[in-house]
């Protein structure tokens, strides 16, 4: 028996008491020889995860369409012509514990950056008078296979990204001091090794209903969001999939789950199986949202429409909170984290 501590939990941390009879024949936590030899191909099967229950067939992926009247096509500037709406002026009512500002933040499970803005937005959530919900999207990688042909698009098609982005990510990491690694298994099935101009199927995307791992965790982020605890699901089950904390973080999720007071992972998943609709219709309107701040990034904050889109654009985004009265919750509420290494000084 292993004992781990979750970050960010309905109380300051949660023990789980961590078992693992059930994997012995099983080829998880995948090896590096294992994926070469067995998962390396389009054609390759992922192998059956106990940990991950049967799931509902896969909706479209596809983005929707932007609004023509996107937020960043209102204010589009190019330093010439005038723009259609000009800069908007920060909210003047009070900010209380009883009427807090309002604020989004579109959120993929794949996305480490995402992560890496974790701690910060659960502090901020926990301990100032803003009340953040976050918003369930899909990965750009899936997404962007249209059905599953082809490789993964948008920033993913640049050469330098993917490698500099596994670099940054660990660095970024530890700047905040916040434990990090990518994630193994990856929460997309996309080929990421050998990153080599001679990998012919180098960043090919499998399709969605190959997927083994981001619709599961997605609708059940999609599900915690219905229930309003959508930033406790990411506070409990992210650093899992992130964080270097176990071995093989599917078979940890179920437990992290339940760890959420007011969260039942066998009454989720009941629910996800016998009302997909529902659960799907979450994440498809978070793309919406995403799309009418005019973005399709993440970790995307929005505030009063306005994207700020990135982890690096978190202190950006709370000035601008600040401009609009934000201050500081009479008792910090669940969940709840340490304070963040690098919090800006006077907060």
Not at 47 to 60: F, R, S, T
């Amino acid at each position: 028996m292993r004992i781990l501590t979750i970050l960010g939990t309905a109380s300051v941390c949660a023990v789980i008491a961590l078992t693992s009879p059930a994997w012995a024949q099983s080829p998880f936590p995948i090896t590096p020889e294992y994926y070469d030899e067995n998962l390396n191909s389009e054609d390759s099967t992922w192998p059956d995860d106990p940990a991950v229950p049967a799931m509902p067939p896969v909706p479209d992926t596809d983005d929707p369409e932007p609004p023509a009247d996107n937020w960043l096509a209102q204010h589009y500037w190019d330093g010439l012509h005038t723009p259609k709406v000009g800069p908007q002026p920060p909210l003047t009512g009070i900010v209380s514990d009883t009427k807090p500002l309002k604020a989004d933040v579109i959120w993929s499970m794949r996305s480490p950056y995402s992560y890496l803005a974790l701690q910060r937005l659960v502090w901020l959530n926990s301990n100032y008078n803003v009340d953040i919900t976050i918003r369930p999207v899909l990965p750009v990688a899936v997404r962007s296979t249209k059905g599953g042909s082809g490789k993964a698009g948008g920033v993913f098609a640049l050469w330098y990204k993917l490698p500099f982005t596994m670099w940054d990510t660990v660095r970024t990491g530890q700047f905040h001091g916040i434990p990090f690694k990518w994630a193994s298994p990856d929460p997309i099935w996309q080929n990421i090794w050998p990153a080599s101009p001679d990998n012919e199927q180098y960043e090919y995307v499998h399709p969605p209903e190959k997927q083994p791992y981001i619709v599961w965790i997605t609708r059940l982020g999609c599900y915690a969001m219905l229930q309003d605890k959508s930033i406790d699901y990411v506070a409990a089950v992210s650093p899992l999939i992130w964080g270097d904390m176990v071995d093989h973080w599917p078979a940890h999720v179920k437990d992290a789950f339940n760890s959420i007071e007011g969260l039942d992972y066998d009454t989720a998943i009941e629910f996800i199986q016998t009302k997909p609709d529902e659960v799907d219709k979450c994440w498809q309107d978070n793309a919406v949202i995403q799309a009418t701040a005019g973005h399709g990034g993440v970790p995307l904050m929005i505030f009063e429409g306005e994207p700020f889109f990135g982890q690096d654009r978190f202190e950006e985004f709370l000035w601008r909170l600040r401009q609009s009265g934000l201050t500081m919750r009479q008792e910090p509420i669940a969940p709840f984290v340490t304070k963040p290494l690098r919090w800006p000084d006077g907060l």
